[in-house]
C-alpha cells in the first residue's frame, strides 16, 4: 500500500456551534504511516473535529471518502467505562464480539505492556489505570487510523513512555489531541492547527509549531497593516500574547538555571550545617525542614529515612509512578499527614495555597468577574497589589467582555483557567500544586509556567509533565517506589535520562560480580570541558549580543510603513532574514546555558 496516499479525506466542511462556526471550509487529508498532531486553542473545535472523523458526529456540510474496510478507532477525554465488570472487560470490548474469544490474547498482550490492573473494577480504578484501559481499546482491533484525544491525562511517566513507543511503531494514520508538549514532540511528524474555523497543516513535527504559529501570526499583522482591513480584535490580542510569551521563554530559562545552580548551593551548605536546631530557631529563609520521616501503611513502605531543607524560593517537583506516594510526601510535608517516624516543621508565617489535582469547585452560578471580586469592585489584589479585574482576565486569556458569563456555560479549559486566576491572585508565599496540568489546554499551560517564574514564594509541584517541569522547577524529588527519595538538581529530561542510564548500567553488573575489586572503573570520570568547549563559553555572549543588534536592526526595517510597497522581494528576504536570525540565536542561547551549566557543575 501506498503510505502516503490518503485513506481518509474531508473537504468543505463546515459545523456550527451557537453564533459562530468552528469551521469553514475545512480540508483534511489522513495518510498510512503519518502521525499527526492535532492543536489549538482551548474551544476551538478540536475535540468535535476528532468525532466528525470518528463517526461520531455529523458535520452541518462536508465530502467524506475513506477508503473500503479501515478501522477508526478512537479514544475520547472522557473515557466513558461505566457498565464494565473489569478493565479486562472494557480492552475486549474494543474487538468485535464475534471475535473476542479468539483473540482475547491480543487484550493479554496490552495488559502486559502497559501494566494493566486487568481484574480491577472501573468503578473503583484510578484515573491512570482507566486511561490505559481505554487506552488498550482503542488499540486491540488493530487500527487503520486511531483517534486519541489527551491520551497521556492522568498517565504517569513511564507509562507515557511506554504510549510513544507503541506508537512510534503503529503503522495506520494516528491523530492526537495533548496538552503534554515533550509526547506531542516525540510522536507527531504532521501538525494539524485548528485556529479560528481554518485548519492548517504542516508536514513536521511538533517540535516546529510555536515557530510557525508565531510566522503565521507576524504574517497576518504584516498583511493587516498592508491592506489596511480590520482584523478581529481576537487575533491582533492573541498573536501578541502568544508573541511576548516567546519573547520572554529565553529570560525564563535563563532565570531557571540560575535557581537550579543556587539550589545546588543550598544542598552542598546544608551539608555541613546541624540539622537538629529548636523549632523556635527556624529561619525565615527555611520553609519546611524534613528530618529521617518514613511512613508505611501496613507492610508497604511509602518514604523511608528521608531529610530535605526546603528554602525560600525553592520550585520542587515531586515524580514516580503512579502509586508510589507522591501526593502522601506532599500531604506530609504540608502538615496534612504525620510521618511515622522523624519530623516535619514549618515556618510560623506560611501562607498556603493549595491547587489539589480534584479541582476546587467554582460557583457555577457567580459569573467570571465575581468569582475573581467575590467582594465586589473592579479590582483585584495580586502579590499585595491592586489590578482591574479586566486586565487581569486579559493575563488568563479572557476577554473584558467575558467579566459577566456565568462559569455554567464557560468550556472546562476556561473553567480551569478560571480557577488558576483566582487561586494565583490568593496571597501566599507557599503554592502547592498537585497535578496542576491535568486537562489544562497549551495556552493556560504557559500561562501557569509564566506565574511561576515570577512568583517570589516557594512551591511543590507533583506532575507527570515532563515539558512543564523542565520549564519550572529548580530540582526534582524522584520516588522509585522502594521508599528512597533522591533529589535532583536538574530538568526532568536529564534526570529521567540518567536513571534510564544508571538502570542499563546495573544490569551487567550483576553479572560481573567478581570484577568489584576494581570499583573506580565502572564509573567515568565526569568530562571537563575541551578547549573549544572553553573558547566557545568565552565568545558567545558578544555572538548573542551582535545577533540580538541584528534582530533589532532587522525587525526596525519591516516595520517601515512603505517597506513592502517599495520592495515586496526585499521584504519577504528581510524577513526570512529575520526568522533565520532568531533561531540562530535561540540556538547560541541555548548552547551558551548548556556549556555553562556544565562549567559550574565542574568547579
Not at 502516503?4 to 468543505?12: E, F, K, N
Request: net charge negative; glycine share 6%.
Amino acid at each position: 500500500m501506498d503510505f502516503d496516499a490518503p485513506i481518509y479525506t474531508i473537504t468543505d466542511a463546515y459545523l456550527q456551534f451557537g453564533a459562530r462556526p468552528l469551521f469553514s471550509g475545512l480540508e483534511l487529508y489522513l495518510a498510512k504511516g503519518k502521525r499527526y498532531c492535532l492543536v489549538g486553542r482551548n474551544g476551538s473545535g478540536k475535540s468535535t473535529l476528532m468525532k466528525v472523523v470518528a463517526g461520531l458526529q455529523e458535520a452541518d456540510k462536508a465530502e467524506i471518502f475513506m477508503q473500503p474496510g479501515t478501522v477508526v478507532s478512537y479514544m475520547a477525554q472522557e473515557d466513558g467505562l461505566s457498565g464494565f465488570a473489569s478493565l479486562r472487560s472494557v480492552i475486549l470490548s474494543g474487538l468485535p464480539a464475534e471475535r473476542r474469544q479468539t483473540e482475547e490474547y491480543k487484550a493479554d498482550i496490552l495488559i502486559e505492556k502497559f501494566h494493566i490492573a486487568a481484574d480491577a473494577d472501573p468503578k473503583t480504578a484510578s484515573g491512570g489505570e482507566r486511561k490505559k484501559a481505554a487506552l488498550a481499546r482503542a488499540l486491540i482491533n488493530d487500527p487503520d487510523i486511531l483517534l486519541l484525544d489527551e491520551p497521556t491525562n492522568h498517565m504517569d511517566i513511564a507509562a507515557i513512555e511506554q504510549l510513544e513507543e507503541t506508537l512510534g511503531s503503529f503503522s495506520g494514520a494516528l491523530v492526537v489531541i495533548s496538552h503534554d508538549k515533550t509526547f506531542l514532540k516525540r510522536v507527531s511528524d504532521n501538525i494539524i492547527w485548528l485556529d479560528r474555523g481554518i485548519v492548517r497543516t504542516l508536514n513536521k513535527g511538533f517540535d516546529v509549531f510555536e515557530d510557525w504559529q508565531e510566522r503565521v501570526y507576524e504574517q497576518e499583522e504584516i498583511e493587516r497593516h498592508r491592506l489596511n482591513k480590520k482584523i478581529e480584535a481576537e487575533t491582533e490580542w492573541l498573536h501578541k500574547g502568544v508573541t511576548a510569551r516567546r519573547k520572554r521563554n529565553q529570560g525564563r530559562l535563563h532565570k531557571l538555571y540560575d535557581l537550579r545552580n543556587e539550589r545546588r548551593e543550598q544542598i552542598k551548605k546544608n551539608g555541613s550545617v546541624d540539622l537538629n536546631i529548636d523549632q523556635g530557631e527556624i529561619k525565615t529563609n527555611l520553609i519546611i525542614e524534613a528530618k529521617n520521616i518514613s511512613k508505611a501503611f501496613g507492610d508497604r513502605t511509602i518514604v523511608s529515612g528521608f531529610s530535605l531543607r526546603l528554602m525560600r524560593g525553592n520550585k520542587i517537583g515531586i515524580v514516580g509512578a503512579n502509586g508510589v506516594g507522591k501526593t502522601t510526601l506532599l500531604r506530609m510535608l504540608t502538615g496534612r499527614l504525620e510521618p511515622d517516624t522523624g519530623f516535619v516543621r514549618r515556618t510560623r508565617n506560611l501562607q498556603e495555597v493549595y491547587f489539589d489535582q480534584h479541582r476546587l469547585a467554582l460557583d457555577p452560578q457567580s459569573t467570571v468577574k465575581e468569582t475573581l471580586c467575590p467582594d465586589g469592585g473592579d479590582h483585584i489584589f495580586v502579590g499585595g497589589e491592586p489590578k482591574h479585574v479586566y486586565s487581569y482576565m486579559k493575563d488568563f486569556l479572557f476577554e473584558p467582555m467575558q467579566a459577566n458569563t456565568p462559569v455554567s456555560v464557560l468550556s472546562g479549559g476556561e473553567k480551569n483557567r478560571l480557577l488558576l486566576a483566582r487561586e494565583l491572585a490568593k496571597p501566599s508565599n507557599f503554592l502547592v500544586l498537585d497535578e496542576p496540568t491535568n486537562d489544562l489546554d497549551m495556552d493556560t499551560l504557559d500561562l501557569l509556567q509564566e506565574a511561576l517564574a515570577n512568583y517570589k514564594g516557594t512551591a511543590l509541584i507533583v506532575s507527570h509533565d515532563r515539558d512543564f517541569l523542565d520549564n519550572t522547577a529548580t530540582s526534582l524529588l524522584y520516588m522509585a517506589g522502594d521508599g528512597s527519595v533522591v533529589e535532583y538538581v536538574d530538568s526532568c529530561t536529564n534526570m529521567l535520562a540518567k536513571i534510564k542510564e544508571k538502570k542499563e548500567k546495573a544490569k551487567p553488573a550483576v553479572k560481573t560480580v567478581e570484577k568489584k575489586e576494581r570499583p573506580e572503573r565502572s564509573v567515568p570520570a565526569q568530562p571537563r570541558l575541551s578547549y573549544k568547549e572553553k573558547r566557545l563559553l568565552e565568545l558567545l555572549p558578544d555572538e548573542i549580543a551582535a545577533l540580538e543588534q541584528k534582530i533589532k536592526t532587522l525587525e526596525a526595517k519591516l516595520s517601515e510603513p512603505d517597506f513592502y510597497a517599495r520592495s515586496p522581494s526585499e521584504f519577504q528576504q528581510t524577513a526570512g532574514d529575520l526568522e533565520a536570525t532568531k533561531q540562530l540565536l535561540d540556538e547560541k542561547e541555548t548552547k551558551w546555558l548548556e556549556l555553562n551549566l556544565r562549567a559550574e557543575e565542574l568547579t
